[in-house]
């Protein structure tokens, strides 16, 4: 079964522009949540997504959003990039959203210069 | 943040013993918890999982255990291997729904 996947893994970015980065979770999952892992803050909830609808958000500006497609996939959108939104993103999807396994991808490094 | 991850400990180990890693988590009413393992350039990998009806839980050469009295989590490598070299987080949840929060991390290194 192949795992949760994550595009791209790299991304180089210009202060005050936008990105979008892209998560294709585990066949059957329906669960998809965000993280951002950043050196002085650890890992950081930013939101989750079942059946398309945004459950749970976390502590961070409205600058950040995402969504989630009827397969499952989902996307999150950071506009008016900051050099301080540099960080490893995260996503992992689980079968459902309470008490299950959650899996991650590998993430996609994103360095705003 | 709800995850605060500055000067990340550090547990060097020789390899063949086992390992402690300690975590204390921040809520009570959590009741469910994951250990992960990350390395370098991947995302946190699933290791064990515990729910807060039990104590212990056993893997393949991995044991944890739950203290609910003290909030305190505890992962126990046997015979540490170098490819346990990694950080290893601990993560909670409080029945929100997908949101886990993690600890800061903690870095074990194995000499062979």
């Known amino acids: 079964k192949a795992g949760v996947t994550q595009t791209p893994r790299y991304l180089i970015k210009t202060r005050g522009q936008q990105v979008t980065l892209s998560c294709s979770p585990i066949s059957g999952h329906r669960s998809v949540s965000w993280y951002q892992q950043t050196p002085g803050q650890g890992l950081q909830f930013l939101f989750e997504y079942f059946s398309e609808t945004q459950r749970n958000k976390g502590n961070f500006p409205g600058r950040f959003s995402g969504r989630q497609f009827s397969n499952s996939r989902s996307e999150m959108n950071v506009s008016t990039l900051e050099l301080g939104d540099s960080a490893l993103y995260l996503c992992?999807?689980?079968?459902?959203?309470?008490?299950?396994?959650?899996?991650f991808g590998q993430g996609t490094r994103l360095t705003v210069v | 943040g709800e995850s605060v991850g500055l000067h990340l400990p550090t547990l060097s180990v020789q390899e063949g013993d086992n390992s402690i890693i300690n975590c204390a988590y921040s809520n009570s009413a959590s009741d469910y918890f994951i250990w992960y393992k990350q390395e370098s350039g991947k995302g946190p990998q699933f290791i064990i999982d515990?729910?807060?009806?039990?104590d212990k839980r056993q893997g393949q050469r991995v044991t944890v255990l739950l203290n609910k009295t003290v909030k305190h989590l505890s992962l126990q490598i046997a015979a540490t291997q170098p490819g346990d070299s990694a950080v290893y987080f601990c993560a909670e949840t409080y029945n929100q729904g997908g949101k886990l929060i993690f600890g800061q991390g903690t870095e074990l290194s194995v000499k062979p």
């Open positions: 992992a999807s689980s079968l459902a959203r309470t008490n299950t396994e959650a899996f």
């Open positions: 515990i729910r807060s009806n039990m």
